[in-house]
DNA sequence: GTCTATAATTTGATAGAC
DNA sequence: GTCTATCAAATTATAGAC
């Protein structure tokens, strides 16, 4: 009873973040679900509203596993410990990047309501970390310290991805836990 | 007289760099060279062969430029700063992220041969940093640091590319340059 | 090396019945 | 909500003439 809307979603972000926006089809979603094409269309009229539903539903999943694993850091290095566990989780669940890593790097190429959603992802993301930096470092530290660890963390999950080797990503992430 | 091979893999790396691997269709690159799209299989067979010819190019490419870079640089964190310089030209030069940062985050939708060079590029990346570094740590910290820095370059294209900041880059790059 | 011609398949999308 | 039916366009790829 989890709604062909749901469902659908499900399956379009497996196959985002395998293949990409492009690998998506209408029509493989549908076979996927037991029902046609016409039908996916009934739930997304076009294939950018699709895409943006998506990056909504990702981001504010991804808050909210953050702000589960958040709950009890108190230092600024806790802090960033839950936000790599919490990229570390959605690498491993899943088995592929994350959705908006992989809407991110082909941001030319998509229509500009899925790219922006994806931006806006980024920057909550950077304000969630300068928000747990800032009491700890100057404004400039905290906003270039942000970008770091963001950018690490999200091109950890590609290189892990690629070469099939998840100690890529804990060797990589290490390197952001350092320094406090 | 650059070769109509050379203008297709130029038109190509143009498009996969932009939208990435299934952006790019031999029509498009037909048109853009003013030829049709059966000739540009005489160039190249199958689409695989040409994402194979763009990664082992680039790369080459890559490590061309590199080299010039890192030429007269002898301390590691004068490679380490020639290294981010070579991922920032590459970023600054042509607007758009690294060939194999897209088609790694395409990884799961490619031809297995694809995916196998871009790896081979991110294997010698790897190298090379751990070369750089293996004098001054450990072999231990160096696997982890060269990890560390190819990550946060490769994020930090894709995240400066999506949010059209190249302060973003430079933000996230800082951040491997310190703690020698 | 480039062309015409063509094939088989896939794509995003719509109209209208049930 | 899902279907049938359909569409125009685009895709990878091949055969064979020039």
């Known amino acids: 009873m989890a709604g062909t809307r749901e469902l659908l979603m499900d399956e379009a972000e497996r196959g985002v973040r395998s293949g990409g ?9 549908a076979d996927a679900l037991g029902i ?3 039908s996916v269309h009934y739930h997304f009229r076009k294939k950018e509203d699709l895409g943006v539903a998506l990056v909504d539903r990702y981001s ?10 958040a709950e009890i850091a108190r230092t600024p290095e806790d802090r960033i410990r839950a936000y790599c566990r919490t990229y570390r989780d959605a690498l491993t669940s899943s088995d592929a990047i994350c959705l908006c890593g992989m809407l991110g790097a082909e941001t030319s190429g998509l229509p500009e309501a899925v790219s922006s959603a994806v931006r806006e992802f980024f920057e909550e993301n950077l304000a969630w970390l300068r928000g747990s930096l800032s009491a700890h470092m ?8 942000s970008a770091h660890i963001l950018a690490t963390l999200q ?14 990503f804990d060797a990589a992430a290490a390197g952001v836990t350092s320094g406090f």
């Not at 504010?60 to 694993?69: H, N, V």
């Open 155 to 168: 091109g950890a999950m590609m290189l892990s991805h690629n070469m099939d080797d998840l100690s890529v």
């Open 36 to 38: 046609k094409s016409a």
């Open 21 to 29: 926006y492009n690998a998506v089809s209408f029509r493989d979603l």
């Open 138 to 145: 100057t404004d400039h530290d905290a906003h270039a310290r």
């Open 60 to 69: 504010k999943r991804f808050f909210e596993a953050l702000d589960a694993q």
